[in-house]
């Protein structure tokens, strides 16, 4: 067998996964007993698995994907760059490339320092340690710790997880957490927010000269299960934090490149933080590239003589890959030749009206902002599994989604059409209804008998 034959049949792909691949986030017992699906091409916003059968990606690849799949401009960019140079290190040399997108990417957002990695994790990471950093130096030696908001999610790494707040991901790691300051968000923009407020007012209060910086995402709190919170309440928390003497650090990772209905989230609201986390839309769902953004003020306090060691030792090795530059590149041209963003408005429109319309008594809530959406369910036991079994019974309508808790969420390309977005939502519906039959089927199952 030659090391890239293609020639498996389905189970013999199958096979081969479940003896060697450890997947993210899964618990493996569950995963030999579900039928899997193996993804071997994909075309637009559709996914094609091995035996050639469609699927549309509702999640965007995890909530990268922007364009869709295998667009002719981001392929051309890569193969054009490909053709030039696929990996040169940014430690001790430049690159085209990369710095092209920096040029870009500042002009986008307004910060003028660009401080590239390879994932969100690491984007946040690298926010931690610049803002931390950039408080020793300034002088504000006491300033050693983050606050964050309650169900944050930053990231999977040491610090990202230090700041992030889901008990069900970050519980067992606990010991090896550096310790946040907890400030409350609502799990709906407007519930509460007044009270939260006030609340929070005293945190900052209490804790304010020790905190280095801020951490949030902005306006909506995504692997939480699309929680919202409105811009008057985001703001007021920066304005506190700010006051207190933090730097602010936006996590756009999940809401960046129109996820929100803008380009960036903080684009809805006043706020403007020191610094911005940018990863997961970056290259259009591509390739593996990260940036952390900072103003001048948090680059300048990194200067000075070598022997002031103001250096910020950091940096990984794909650092500002010439591949992932190009296409994060030709993706920033899609979105202005395109027009994606003002493309957003029907599609949100649609997405909001398919969902408003989903009637099964197992749906406690909808959650939107932008083309990000959850269908929340009834919790139920947490062995039930329903939300998740929900998923499932989705890809024998030809959709893919995820759940996260009770949450089925919806997390489509930016390039769906609204037809699409209400095949995703159609799907769900049928998917409940023949995973959990609600009394309207039971009743119509006993008047036809
Ligand atoms: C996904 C996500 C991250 C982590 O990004 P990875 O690329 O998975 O490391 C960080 N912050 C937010 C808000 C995210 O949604």
């Not at 990369?98 to 307004?110: D, H, P, V, Y």
């Not at 006051?243 to 609201?269: K, Y």
């Not at 994060?328 to 429109?349: N, R």
């Amino acid at each position: 067998m030659s090391r890239t034959d293609h020639s498996h049949t389905a189970s013999e792909w199958a096979q081969l996964d479940l003896r060697h691949v450890w997947h993210p986030f899964t618990q493996h017992d569950e995963w030999v007993a579900q039928p899997m699906i193996v993804v071997d091409r994909a075309e637009g916003v559709e996914l094609i698995d091995v035996e050639g059968r469609r699927y549309l990606d509702g999640t965007s690849s995890l909530w990268c994907n922007v364009h869709g799949h295998r667009h002719p401009k981001i392929d051309a960019a890569i193969r054009a760059q490909l053709d030039r140079v696929s990996h040169t290190t940014q430690l001790g040399l430049a690159g085209t490339t990369a710095i092209a997108l920096a040029e870009r990417l500042a002009t986008l957002t307004g910060f003028p320092r660009v401080f590239y990695s390879d994932s969100g994790s690491t984007a946040v990471e690298v926010a931690l340690k610049m803002a931390f950093q950039a408080q020793q130096q300034r002088g504000n030696t006491q300033r050693t710790r983050f606050a964050a908001l309650t169900e944050a999610y930053h990231g999977d790494t040491i610090g990202s997880v230090s700041v992030g707040g889901i008990p069900l991901f970050h519980g067992i790691y606990k010991p090896m957490l550096f310790d946040a300051v907890r400030v409350p968000s609502p799990d709906r923009a407007g519930e509460g927010e007044a009270a939260l407020l006030a609340e929070a007012e005293g945190i900052f209060r209490e804790h304010g000269d020790t905190l280095a910086a801020f951490i949030f995402e902005p306006l909506v709190q995504g692997a939480a299960g699309i929680r919202t919170h409105s811009a008057a309440f985001l703001e007021a928390l920066c304005r506190m934090a700010r006051d207190a003497g933090a730097l602010l650090v936006a996590d756009e990772v999940a809401t960046g490149f129109g996820r929100t209905g803008t380009m960036f989230a903080i684009d809805q609201t006043a706020v403007r933080p020191d610094i911005l986390c940018v990863a997961k839309g970056l290259t259009g769902g591509y390739l593996p590239l990260a940036a952390t953004l900072t103003t001048e003020a948090v680059f300048a306090s990194f200067r000075g003589p070598y022997t002031e060691w103001k250096t910020l030792f950091h940096g990984h090795t794909y650092t500002g890959n010439p591949l992932a530059c190009a296409a994060a590149l030709a993706s920033l041209d899609l979105f202005e030749d395109d027009c994606v963003i003002a493309g957003l408005a029907p599609k949100i429109e649609a997405l909001r009206d398919a969902m408003a319309a989903v009637r099964h008594p197992a749906v406690i809530e909808v959650r939107q902002i932008g083309l990000m959406a959850a269908i929340v369910l009834a919790g139920g036991p947490t062995e039930a599994r329903l939300a998740h079994r929900v998923t499932l019974a989705c890809r024998d309508e030809g959709v893919i989604v995820r759940c996260l808790g009770d949450a089925v969420v919806i997390m489509p390309p930016l390039v769906m059409t609204p037809a699409d977005l209400r095949r995703i939502v159609t799907a769900v519906e049928t998917a409940l209804g023949r995973t959990l039959p609600g009394p309207a089927q039971g009743t119509q199952a006993n008047r036809a008998e």
